[in-house]
């Protein structure tokens, strides 16, 4: 078995924000290569994700953003707790799909949680919302969205 350094377990952590454990557990499952733990990191927190999935989600945020004052979008971002909903990547995570809807312009949640997220085509809106999921150990959800045009 490879030697899982802590500064390789460090290094995950500040790119995922997956728990020491989750991380330990996809580094020994790709034998210490960090490329391939990323990857595991990936399929177990979706699978962490959709167990969480049937949890009702009782707290939020909205968000606003507008753009140029000519495109305006709002967005409800959903959570288990309140303590979820200020957290600072909760917040940035809201504002960064506020930024996506005024871009994309979706039709509806579904389509926006397939669309490939306009500041990194790598992940869909859907991934960032599974990731977002695990690493808050909450369901989190897209409640629903409006956009303004001028």
Same mark, same amino acid.
């Given at each position: 078995? =490879?030697?899982? $350094?802590?500064? /390789?377990?460090k290094n995950l952590r500040d790119k995922t924000g997956a728990s020491l454990m989750l991380i330990k557990k996809a580094l020994q499952e790709a034998a210490g290569d960090e490329s391939?733990?990323?990857?595991?990191? !990936?399929?177990? +927190?979706?699978?962490? @994700?959709? !167990?969480?999935?049937?949890?009702?989600? &009782? *707290? +939020?945020?909205?968000? =606003?953003?507008?753009? +140029?004052?000519?495109?305006?979008?709002?967005?409800?971002?959903? $959570?288990?707790?309140?303590?979820? $909903?200020?957290?600072?990547?909760?917040? !940035? /995570?809201?504002?960064?799909? *506020?930024?996506? /809807?005024? @871009?994309?312009?979706?039709?509806?949640?579904?389509?926006?949680?397939? &669309?490939?997220?306009?500041?990194?085509? $790598? &992940?869909?809106? +859907?991934?960032?919302? !599974?990731?977002?999921?695990?690493? #808050?150990?909450?369901?989190?959800?897209?409640?629903? #969205?409006?956009?303004?045009? /001028?």
């Open positions: 078995m =490879a030697e899982i $350094s802590a500064a /390789l377990v391939k733990a990323l990857e595991v990191l !990936k399929k177990l +927190g979706h699978e962490k @994700a959709e !167990k969480k999935e049937d949890r009702e989600t &009782q *707290a +939020g945020r909205i968000e =606003a953003y507008i753009h +140029g004052g000519r495109v305006g979008t709002l967005i409800e971002l959903r $959570s288990e707790t309140d303590f979820v $909903s200020r957290n600072e990547e909760f917040i !940035k /995570l809201a504002h960064d799909i *506020a930024i996506h /809807l005024a @871009a994309m312009n979706p039709a509806s949640v579904e389509e926006l949680l397939a &669309q490939p997220f306009v500041k990194d085509e $790598s &992940q869909t809106i +859907g991934d960032l919302v !599974k990731n977002a999921s695990a690493s #808050f150990g909450e369901h989190v959800e897209i409640k629903r #969205f409006a956009r303004y045009e /001028l």
